[in-house]
């Protein structure tokens, strides 16, 4: 994703990017760890923590989707850095947007796979597009898992980014998304 224009309030993110980044963030951390958790609940309680889990990681692949379009549609600021620190910058985040559309597409096949359509928030059934297929279930939910830990070390590279920014440099980079 390009650099190709400041966005109105000059070093910052647009506003609705703002938003959907501290929104995504907020759902991550909530649904990363609800999903790590199910393996230890109770029976009784098991397929609520599902549900919840599901629920907001099909959010998050929506969400996902409209601050894709709206990255596209909106820019960034302009940023001066070294090559290399452009680059690594680049990389983790382009990394960061394909795995938070992997890991909710590949939980919600895996679902699927399993034979459990996603009933989002006990609201309405989301249609399936593969139904109960045994054979590649497996699979889709070794990606999804594979998935969350890739999207956690990214997490932390992000972090350790911003950490570096803010503390050792004392650069604006972390106000452009606040």
Known sequence: MSEVQLTAEGERYAGRLRVLHWLIAGLVLATWPLGLMIGFVKDDVKLDFYLVHESLGFLVLWLMLLRIGTRLTSGA??????????????????????????????????????????????????????????????????????????????????????????????????????
């Open 77 to 178: 600021p302009l940023v001066e850095a070294p090559p290399l620190e452009m680059a690594a910058a680049h990389l983790v985040h382009g990394l960061l947007y394909i795995f938070l559309i992997v890991m909710p597409v590949s939980g919600f096949l895996a679902t699927n796979a399993h034979g459990f359509p996603l009933n989002w928030f006990g609201l309405f059934t989301v249609w399936s597009p593969i139904g109960k297929s045994p054979d590649i279930a497996g699979t889709l939910s070794a990606i999804h898992e594979w998935s969350a830990w890739i999207l956690l070390a990214l997490f932390a590279l992000h972090f350790a980014a911003v950490i570096f920014h803010h503390v050792i440099r004392r650069d604006r980079t972390l106000y452009r998304i606040l």
